[in-house]
């Protein structure tokens, strides 16, 4: 049973007066399903008050006095206990079936505050490291390549370079990379194979010149790696390892601490390179005019997980273009000879 229906027509006496100034008289007060009906005694209805919108003026305190709004002028005097209690039952039941709006507010508020906390943990760090490397210059980006690159060398031990390795070694970059050569630098077998630094900075593994019979397996490598930081921003890479207070020095002073750059340096010289699909490998081999199967054979001697790239060289079947001089490529085989 509800408690409109428990109540349905509950009767009592008490005190009404239409205003302020009004006289007090005895009336009839019935309890209805949604109204406070107040009659004489003969039942002639004096007023309808609607139960939702009834206020006690005088909480705790007898006889009750009730108004039909916050703002009414009319009271209803009231010392009947059973009419007391079923109207206060009504009216929370009546209050719990309304709509809340500053419940509602809170749950919004809440919501919406769980919202801004996921975006400032999850996403505004990802959102600033972005915007951090989009603004940042070119001869920033050289800076800080230059700068992690002397970490690396710290680490791996310093770059080869001969007098003669040294043109040797630009003049295959030049060749593999006509339209944005990048600086190359080859380092002993402490390295992965390759390595992209921000600012153009190409790093090689000596075992690709010292350990191989042509210049295409080095090219080879490098076109991968080209491949690799095309899709994978490197000072993007930096940033993301470094952290959202690196990146928000970055933003305000342009460059970043030196234990920022070594732990990055670290990073790179353990993480394994991930690998370069042959669907995206096979078009650069063809725009650069180089054979693919000397690069396969040199990261599989069987062929059996690079058969794809052999069996779709570009340059099968046809002559491939010569990079560099029997004496270039001597000269750079020899580059880490010191």
């Given at each position: 049973m509800t408690a409109l229906s428990r109540y349905h027509r509950l009767e009592a006496s008490g005190l009404w007066r239409d205003g302020p100034d009004g006289q007090r008289r005895e009336v009839v007060v019935a309890l209805g399903e949604a109204t406070l009906v107040i009659a004489t005694s003969a039942g002639t209805a004096l007023a309808h008050w609607s139960l939702s919108a009834i206020v006690r003026l005088n909480p705790g305190q007898m006889p009750a006095i009730y108004a039909p709004g916050a703002e009414a002028g009319e009271r209803l005097e009231l010392?009947?206990?059973d009419m007391l209690a079923a109207i206060d039952t009504v009216r929370h039941a009546i209050d719990r079936r309304r709509p809340h709006p500053g419940r509602l507010r809170l749950a919004l508020l809440a919501v919406?505050?769980?919202?801004?906390?996921g975006l400032a943990v999850f996403w505004l760090p990802g959102a600033l490291t972005r915007q951090a490397v989009a603004?940042?210059?070119?001869?920033?980006?050289?800076?800080?390549?230059r700068?992690?690159?002397?970490?690396?060398?710290?680490?791996?031990?310093?770059?080869?370079?001969t007098p003669?390795?040294?043109p040797a070694r630009d003049r295959l970059a030049a060749e593999v990379f006509p339209d944005a050569p990048p600086r190359l630098v080859i380092l002993r077998d402490t390295v992965p194979a390759t390595l992209t630094l921000p600012g153009g900075i190409l790093v090689a593994d000596a075992g690709l010149?010292?350990?191989?019979?042509?210049?295409?397996?080095?090219?080879?490598?490098l076109l991968a790696e080209d491949v690799r930081q095309a899709r994978a921003d490197p000072m993007l890479t930096l940033m993301r390892d470094a952290g959202i207070l690196a990146t928000l020095r970055l933003m305000t002073q342009g460059s970043l601490a030196e234990d920022v750059l070594h732990a990055h340096a670290a990073t790179l010289l353990g993480r394994p390179r991930p690998m370069v699909a042959d669907d995206a490998l096979l078009p650069r081999f063809a725009a650069a005019g180089l054979a693919s199967t000397?690069?396969?054979?040199?990261?599989?001697?069987?062929?059996?997980?690079v058969i794809g790239l052999i069996e779709a060289d570009p340059m099968r079947g046809r002559t491939p273009r010569r990079l560099i001089s029997d004496a270039d490529w001597v000269a750079l085989q020899d580059i880490c000879m010191r």
């Open positions: 010392a009947d206990r919406f505050s769980l919202l801004a906390l603004m940042l210059p070119e001869a920033s980006r050289a800076q800080i390549g700068a992690l690159l002397d970490e690396i060398t710290q680490l791996a031990g310093p770059a080869c370079t003669i390795g040294a010149v010292e350990h191989h019979e042509t210049p295409e397996v080095l090219a080879g490598y000397p690069y396969a054979y040199a990261r599989d001697i069987s062929g059996e997980s």
